[in-house]
């Protein structure tokens, strides 16, 4: 099931686009385009028109602006994404302050700034949500799970 909470939206309809891309009638690749729509249908009335007239080509091109940086994303994914660099931030910063207060030997913290670079981001947002950031700059890595904040 879908949950625009956590996933993207512009990503659900890429899928549905490639899906239609062989086949423009199928049903049930509309239908999932549909459901993911309902929650963006006022604020990307351009993506909602493409899906009522089930014109597969202009839903095509849309997905292809978004991915090619010429479209913003839609207003909820780039929600999603606020929250999960928000996220990110906040594990991150749990994780240094774990690894600098760890108790040393004689029962004092050592006090040592921490060498964590990278971390595994918060399990509540989907993968294809890091990838965006990582395509987008704000994160790198994503091998092994592992993601760091991108230096500017």
Same mark, same amino acid.
């Given at each position: 099931?879908?949950?625009?909470?956590?996933?993207?939206?512009?990503?659900?309809?890429?899928?549905?686009? +490639?899906?239609?891309?062989?086949?423009?009638?199928? =049903? &049930?690749?509309?239908? *999932?385009? %549909?459901? #993911? @729509?309902?929650? +963006?249908?006022?604020?990307?009335?351009?993506?909602? =028109? &493409?899906?009522?007239? *089930?014109? %597969?080509? #202009? @839903?095509?091109?849309?997905?292809?602006?978004?991915?090619?940086?010429?479209?913003?994303?839609?207003?909820?994914?780039?929600?999603? @994404?606020?929250?999960?660099?928000?996220?990110?931030?906040?594990?991150?910063?749990?994780?240094?302050?774990?690894?600098?207060?760890?108790?040393?030997?004689?029962?004092?913290?050592?006090?040592?700034?921490?060498?964590?670079?990278?971390?595994?981001?918060?399990?509540?947002?989907?993968?294809?949500?890091?990838?965006?950031?990582?395509?987008?700059?704000?994160?790198?890595?994503?091998?092994?799970?592992?993601?760091?904040?991108?230096?500017?």
């Amino acid at each position: 099931m879908f949950d625009p909470a956590v996933s993207l939206i512009s990503r659900a309809l890429e899928s549905c686009a +490639v899906e239609l891309q062989n086949d423009p009638a199928n =049903a &049930a690749a509309w239908e *999932k385009a %549909a459901s #993911v @729509l309902g929650v +963006v249908r006022t604020s990307d009335p351009d993506v909602a =028109a &493409a899906i009522d007239a *089930k014109d %597969a080509p #202009v @839903l095509r091109a849309i997905v292809e602006l978004w991915f090619a940086g010429k479209r913003p994303l839609p207003a909820q994914d780039q929600e999603t @994404l606020r929250r999960a660099m928000k996220a990110f931030h906040k594990t991150l910063k749990a994780t240094l302050l774990d690894a600098e207060s760890g108790i040393g030997g004689r029962g004092m913290s050592t006090g040592q700034a921490s060498s964590i670079i990278g971390i595994q981001p918060p399990a509540r947002f989907t993968p294809e949500v890091w990838n965006q950031l990582v395509r987008m700059g704000e994160l790198r890595g994503g091998r092994h799970g592992i993601y760091e904040i991108a230096k500017g």
